[in-house]
């Protein structure tokens, strides 16, 4: 009759739980960690990597003028799967997934959507309820 | 009078037990729980988890008995509550006394295990039934050691010429003259407390409610009210064995405030053996459980009255 | 009781239940506590990944891919990858193999670790089950630290690897590693000494070798049989070739030999783990150029993951998706087994024989049409058809 899992009681006993206390002591996540996706316009060329790639269809993107680089990016949060596949697309690394951003549960539907872009070219996508390029 | 109803109603038995058996029930969680590196519940997680249960609904299954459902739970209740009344209750005298009632105590308890076999075995679940099964399997495996077990500190009385009898009030107030019985009867002392955790189907004899089996075992078709008279009955029951296992090995009754104080501690002692086993012991299937008992218990605890008797026929 | 012991009747496990963490459906027929028959029934969880897949492009296909399963996401992509390269003539560099390697070895001590806690809490031992999980995070973080994700790691991308390994990962793995070895040693003193454990596992669902050749299993549960068969080493994907595997045999064959093969597996994973991150070779982490389109032709695709053989099959027809692809999980290959070993067993060993095999439903659930030669029965069902059959369905069940 052998019990073997004497000696791990007899130090668990006297050792703090391991249970993190989430909401109230919060750990970092890792500087890799991959949560929301933000846009910046700088730099994009409107060549639509980051939309084809995208296995959840999160991203819907407006073109506005390509040859003035007026683009807007209209992100789903509660789409996304955090896959990071269209931050790899990017050539020109206007995505990214930040690893504080994590926390993303809510009640409003609303709020998931993010939309990147200058104010007036947003606010021309919403007021003319314009169709996603390549939608 | 108004004393007595005091004691029935408030304290030493009553809602101060059901209020004890609850905080015990925590002990035994946030120790487990510690030793496995966990959390653990809060203090008042039992009191919740019992006042949600009271409030819920209760569904009752069709082709079982509507008067039998119901009833169970409260006779379970009332019988663990009874028991309560010939116990030393944290130390303090048994609210009611007489010869024999440590016989009359130990068939009470018995009628928890007896009510949770039938509860499962006049519903139509096959969970319930497969559970029941098991409770009465497991009853007749352990029950007749454990109680040859409680009652060794008396036999073993009689046997030295001692002062002794078969009531429980008068058998602490001997017992606390002598040694501890832990220390002249330790193989039936084991016998009785391991037997408490199989009563009270504490880990490694949890089979009848081994929830990868069979679910909850007989209780499966048990919701709200009458699960949560079950889960106190089982509180109740927790303190009640605890106490006359201490009453009887550890040394029975002192007197004054701060013998209540240490029988307490005491009780409480026990409970952490209880965890420590339950933490280390993976679950025993319940022909292992029969085996266990009738090769091993009943050999332990006959072997323990032969050596009695030796002593008795050497001096 | 209603029953007496020498009666026989079902005890029904699932589509609920709690021994199963997934939907499937068994049928026990008992004579007291004794299995004489048992019967299983999948599909409860069919989800249409496979169908799925081929209204996606190659590339998201891949991210489909990796979540058929949430404990061995990395083996699935990784399956679809090498299948996919292999199509596309693209040439992986060897650091992008290696990492790789390095995630798929991670991932099998988690899920490892993950089915030990599992099995000990259908064995009733809660407190083995606490501690191995508790275990379990160090990987966990490891996995986190180095892809920034718990379960989805998202490491390949079709060509290579999406992220090196960095320096501090390198370092949090070996020290990782390190303890989890000690603890590893640990456990498999527990598995194969402690005298409560041992009653539950010591000669219960013994597989002999011929029965487990017969039954076609894979994996540690073939392996705990004495059946060498181990993808990595039969047929080397990533990097296998340069860094390869031990097989681990054991001969017994019983529940205690699934836990000491599972256990030796472990203590193999941190050697190869060792292995791989001293000597990671230098390179590229993709591929030069990994085209959109492939061109037509069909592939298969064999890896080892952590439950045993994962086969793929992959069709293009010179699209930008996917023609066809075909998902077979090791599960539904070890599934016969717990069949055939829990007859003559006690009801309360059932789901310990089960999880022995560390079952995954609904990465095997399929839906399939049988369609017997000759009969041109084999419709094809619109959507009001299928309506109709469902309704028809659950009022025939009601009445
Ligand atoms: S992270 Fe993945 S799912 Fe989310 S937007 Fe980018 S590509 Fe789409
Ligand atoms: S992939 Fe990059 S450059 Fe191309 S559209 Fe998306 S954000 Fe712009």
């Known amino acids: 009759m052998k019990i073997a899992l004497f000696t791990d009681l007899a130090r668990s006993a006297f050792r703090r739980p391991v249970t993190e206390r989430y909401p109230f002591e919060k750990r970092p996540a890792p500087p890799l960690y991959r949560g929301q996706v933000s846009w910046t316009a700088e730099g994009c060329t409107g060549c639509m990597l980051c939309v084809k790639d995208c296995p959840a269809e999160a991203i819907d993107f407006f073109t506005l003028d390509k040859a003035n680089k007026r683009f807007v990016f209209r992100y789903h949060t509660d789409r996304c799967t955090f896959c990071g596949q269209c931050a790899y697309s990017c050539r020109f690394s206007c995505i990214t997934l930040d690893d504080e951003a994590w926390e993303l549960a809510g009640g409003d539907r609303a709020a998931f959507v993010v939309t990147y872009g200058r104010p007036e070219d947003i606010a021309r996508v919403e007021l003319e309820e314009l169709p996603a390029t390549g939608a | ?315 | ?399």
């Open chain 3, 1 to 399: 009781m209603n029953a007496p012991a020498t009666e026989r009747f079902v005890v029904p496990i699932g589509p609920q239940h709690p021994a199963l963490k997934e939907p499937g459906h068994f049928e026990f027929t008992v004579e007291g506590e004794t299995v004489v028959d048992a019967t299983v029934r999948l599909g409860y969880a069919h989800r249409g990944i496979e169908k799925g897949a081929e209204g996606r492009n190659w590339t998201q296909t891949l991210y489909l891919i990796e979540r058929i399963c949430g404990i061995c996401s990395h083996i699935h992509s990784t399956a679809y990858a090498v299948g996919v390269e292999q199509l596309a003539e693209v040439e992986v560099p060897a650091r992008a193999q290696a990492i790789r390697e390095i995630i798929c070895e991670l991932e099998r001590v988690h899920s490892h670790l993950l089915w030990l806690g599992v099995a000990a809490h259908d064995a009733g031992f809660d407190t083995l089950f606490m501690y191995t999980w508790r275990d379990r995070e160090t990987v966990m973080d490891i996995l986190e630290t180095m892809s920034g994700n718990r379960v989805h790691y998202s490491a390949n991308v079709l060509g290579g690897v999406k992220f090196d390994l960095t320096d501090e990962s390198a370092v949090a793995i070996l020290k990782g590693v390190e303890f989890l070895e000690e603890r590893t040693h640990h456990y498999r003193k527990v598995v194969s000494e402690d005298a409560f454990f041992l009653q539950r596992t010591r000669g219960v669902g013994t597989m002999t070798h011929a029965e487990a050749l017969a039954l076609g299993v894979v994996g540690p549960t073939a392996r705990a049989s004495g059946v060498a068969r181990d993808v990595r080493l039969d047929a080397p994907y990533v990097a296998y070739a340069d860094f390869p595997a031990r097989i681990q045999l054991l001969t017994a064959g019983d529940l205690e030999a699934r836990f000491l093969a599972r256990l030796d597996e472990l203590l193999d994973s941190f050697r190869l783990i060792r292995v791989l991150v001293a000597g990671l070779p230098a390179g590229e982490l993709t591929a030069k150029r990994m085209p959109r389109k492939l061109k037509p032709g069909e592939v298969i695709s064999r890896v080892e993951a952590p439950r045993g053989e994962l086969f793929y099959y992959i069709r293009s027809t010179g699209g930008e998706q996917p023609d066809r692809v075909k998902v077979r999980t090791p599960t539904l290959c070890n599934m016969g087994s717990v069949i055939t070993q829990t007859i003559g067993h006690n009801l309360a060993d059932v789901p310990m024989i089960l999880v022995g095999i560390d079952p995954c439903f609904s990465c095997n659930d399929r839906a399939v049409t049988v369609r017997r030669a000759g009969d041109d029965n084999g419709r094809a069902w619109a959507w009001a058809d299928l309506r109709r059959y469902g309704i028809d369905y659950y009022r025939r069940i009601r009445n």
């Open chain 2, 1 to 315: 009078m108004t004393r007595d109803l005091i004691n029935l109603l408030f304290f030493p038995a009553g809602l101060g037990l059901i209020a004890a058996g609850l905080l015990y029930q925590w002990v035994d969680r946030k120790l487990l729980a510690r030793f496995q590196n966990r959390l653990g519940p809060r203090w008042f997680q039992p009191f919740a988890d019992a006042l949600k249960l009271l409030g819920k609904e209760e569904i009752h299954p069709a082709g079982s008995s509507a008067f039998l459902f119901a009833a169970l739970p409260v006779l379970a209740l009332a019988g663990a509550l009874t028991a309560a009344l010939y116990v030393p209750l944290f130390g303090l005298a048994p609210v009611f006394s007489f010869p024999g009632d440590l016989i009359v105590t130990l068939y009470l308890m018995s009628l928890l295990t007896l009510c949770i076999g039938l509860a499962g075995a006049q519903t139509r679940d096959r969970f319930s039934l497969a559970g029941a099964l098991r409770v009465f399997t497991q009853m007749f495996a352990y029950e007749a050691p454990f109680i040859l077990a409680l009652l060794s500190p008396a036999v073993a009385l009689m046997l030295a010429g001692q002062p002794s009898s078969w009531q429980i009030g008068e058998l602490v107030l001997s017992a606390a003259g002598q040694p501890w019985f832990l220390l002249t009867l330790p193989i039936t002392f084991v016998v009785a407390l391991v037997g408490l955790m199989g009563k009270l189907e504490l880990p490694p004899f949890d089979a009848p409610e081994a929830e990868t089996e069979i679910v909850a075992g007989a209780l499966t078709e048990y919701s709200g009210r009458g699960l949560a008279l079950f889960s106190l009955a089982r509180a109740v029951e927790l303190v009640v064995g605890l106490t006359l296992v201490t009453a009887l090995y550890l040394g029975g009754i002192g007197a004054g405030p701060l013998a209540a104080v240490l029988f307490t501690a005491k009780t409480i002692g026990l409970l952490l053996i209880v965890v420590v086993l339950q933490t280390l012991l993976a679950r025993l299937r319940i022909d292992q459980t029969v085996n266990l008992w009738w090769r091993l218990g009943s050999v332990l605890v006959l072997a323990q009255w032969l050596l009695l008797l030796i002593f008795r026929v050497l001096r």
